[in-house]
């Protein structure tokens, strides 16, 4: 039987009523008693990290959770991490670049309503996460919900109130949970072992969702506080130009200042292609990096993880291009082109 440790650490899942709205109370303890099969599953010990409404979890609390797996690796199975859903993309995104090819599970679950509510998904995702990460065919960083096991990198929130809250976007499930059994999608990778942690981050990362008409000059304000600077473009990838080119160079003086600029897109599936229009053609020559189809967390959580790393813009750009857990799929022309890197 294996051994598995639970990091509790707030979330909806262990909310309670009280006059101002639900409150993250139950312990990690409290939790597991609600789903007494888990002890049938594998031996469980229990941790409270901490107890938080995930829209309160930021860097720092990455840092918490990555410590205490890493702490107690040897000691342990698998880890199963419950946790608020609103940010849990976030955390698990970064879990997946801070503990890297890990062989022992890492699983993240949580519930759209409260476990000791009649009406829950929490049960059932407790259980599902207990069921993946004590099977054979378990490995790295995975979000279990609603029935369906998620990497890190790919998994996404898309859902407020039902409990399909979570899907993977532009790349197969991990593993499907059905009837108390887990049945592999995704083959385990081979050169898993013990993750080669690096837990620094810098938070110093600005996401600028882009709207018809934004002034250019946004940019010029922000240049001064943040290290890195992420674009959410139109459609594939498209930034505004207008008659006098104003954004374009507002971006080119990020570069020449020595900062990261990244361009994603607002659209949820398919990911960027700045090639397809001189909108996006043009900024990119200039030095703006292409995020293709990684997710918006991935994106976010791989900048942070990288800039401490990094001491220049073209070891960024490589680590950056490099895929990590899956996160990202590069064209042939981008993968196969090492000056591009």
């Not at 001189?278 to 976010?300: C, F, P, S």
């Amino acid at each position: 039987m294996k051994k598995i440790l639970m990091l509790a650490t707030g979330g909806t899942i262990a909310t309670l009523k009280t006059a101002e709205g639900k409150v993250p109370q139950l312990t990690s303890r409290e939790l597991l008693r609600t789903v007494p099969e888990i002890r049938e599953i594998c031996q469980v010990e229990t941790r409270q990290l901490f107890q938080l409404d995930s829209t309160n979890v930021h860097p720092d609390h990455w840092k918490l959770i990555a410590g205490a797996i890493l702490a107690s690796y040897d000691e342990f199975d698998g880890f199963v991490i419950t946790h608020g859903t609103d940010t849990m993309a976030y955390t698990a995104a970064a879990l997946s670049y801070m503990l890297p090819d890990s062989r022992k599970p890492i699983v993240l679950t949580g519930a759209q309503n409260s476990i000791g509510e009649r009406e829950t998904d929490g049960r059932r995702n407790l259980l599902d996460a207990f069921l993946y990460a004590s099977s054979a065919c378990a490995w790295g960083v995975t979000i279990v919900f609603d029935g369906q096991a998620m990497l890190g990198t790919r998994a996404k929130k898309l859902r407020t109130k039902s409990y399909h809250a979570f899907s993977s976007i532009g790349y197969p499930e991990v593993a499907k949970i059905r009837d108390r059994k887990v049945y592999p999608v995704l083959p385990m990778p081979a050169g898993l072992g013990k993750p080669k942690a690096s837990l620094a981050l810098d938070p110093s990362v600005f996401v600028l969702k882009l709207i018809p008409g934004i002034r250019p000059d946004v940019l010029r304000l922000l240049r001064p506080v943040y290290h890195a600077l992420i674009v959410e473009g139109f459609g594939v990838g498209g930034v505004p130009y207008y008659a006098t080119a104003d954004f374009a160079r507002e971006v080119q003086a990020w570069i020449q200042a020595g900062k990261v600029v990244i361009m994603t897109t607002q659209v949820i599936y398919e990911g960027s292609d700045m090639s397809v229009y001189q909108v996006g053609h043009q900024i990119k020559q200039n030095g703006v990096i292409e995020a293709y189809d990684m997710t918006l967390e991935a994106v976010v959580t791989k900048t942070m993880h990288l800039l401490p790393q990094c001491p220049d813009l073209p070891s960024f750009r490589s680590r950056f291009l490099t895929p990590v857990a899956s996160d990202i799929l590069l064209p042939a022309e981008e993968a196969l082109e090492p000056e591009n890197l």
